[in-house]
């Protein structure tokens, strides 16, 4: 059962930060888009533009997967799509479970690109008696009060939750129970999780604030040309650093669906 403290992931045992770790993603779709295209090398700079980070950053990423790239050369792209894969554990089957199949969670069970990227969504589960049976993306709903038996005949360890608040964790003690360890929350609330659970929370609404703070910092810039209104704080004022930026409130980077 859940002990009541929020979880907080820590640096992996291998000594790759979680900031790195969670711009992996990004560099692999950049890659698989090249390899899409057939092309065999890239360099640092290209690879950085088309994932949307500085090169020295992607660098020093690299480096904590042994990869250093060829000079004059690049780095070899088929390579590094199955080094990261692999470094992702995208290189077998993850059966998901998706739980509240509103119209988020009907979005998600639709969404094409999870078996694309190794993940394979084993079943759909809501609380409504009337969604039971109930076909969703091709996958017959699923009643609540089957959940742990559908975790354990799935061999289930990943769970996205995407019911209404009041759900979430309840919801999440179950998941958790079942033997799921690691779980993607949309529902709009933090939940606690025991130690050894990892849950990755996606809140648009948040995104859209850090948006709009943007938007405002972006006015007042141009109220005050001159750097002078109370808007041009700078990022050292602030507390803020080229690390942080991309991070979210907790120290974690916000998590995003893939496009």
């Not at 950049?30 to 500085?54: F, I, M, Q």
């Not at 979005?107 to 049976?133: E, H, K, Q, T, W």
């Not at 529902?187 to 604030?209: F, N």
């Amino acid at each position: 059962m859940a002990t009541g403290r929020t979880h907080r992931p820590a640096t992996r045992s291998r000594g790759i930060p979680e900031a790195t770790v969670a711009r992996l993603p990004l560099y692999l779709r950049a890659l698989t888009a090249l390899s899409e295209r057939s092309v065999p090398t890239v360099s640092s700079e290209e690879l950085a533009a088309a994932a949307g980070v500085n090169s020295a950053k992607l660098r020093k990423d690299f480096s904590y997967l042994g990869s250093y790239g060829t000079r004059g050369v690049g780095y070899d792209v088929e390579y590094l799509v199955y080094q990261i894969s692999r470094e992702l554990g995208l290189t077998q089957d993850w059966p998901v479970v998706i739980v509240g199949i509103g119209n988020l969670g009907a979005a998600l069970a639709n969404y094409g690109g999870f078996a694309s990227r190794g993940f394979r969504v084993a079943a759909l589960i809501d609380a409504d008696p009337a969604m039971a049976g109930k076909p969703v993306a091709g996958i017959p709903v699923q009643h609540s009060d089957d959940l742990e038996k559908i975790i354990q005949d799935n061999g289930v360890s990943i769970g996205v939750i995407a019911t209404p608040a009041g759900a979430a964790q309840p919801v999440c003690d179950r998941l958790v129970a079942a033997g799921v360890t690691s779980i993607l929350n949309f529902a709009p609330t933090v939940l606690s999780v025991p130690e050894g659970v990892d849950v990755r929370k996606v809140d648009l609404s948040i995104e859209l604030q850090i948006l709009a703070f943007h938007e405002q910092r972006k006015a007042g810039e141009e109220a005050h040309p001159d750097g002078t209104g109370p808007a041009a704080v700078t990022r050292e004022e602030s507390g803020d650093s080229a690390e942080s930026a991309d991070q979210g409130p907790d120290g974690d980077v916000p998590a995003v669906m893939p496009a």
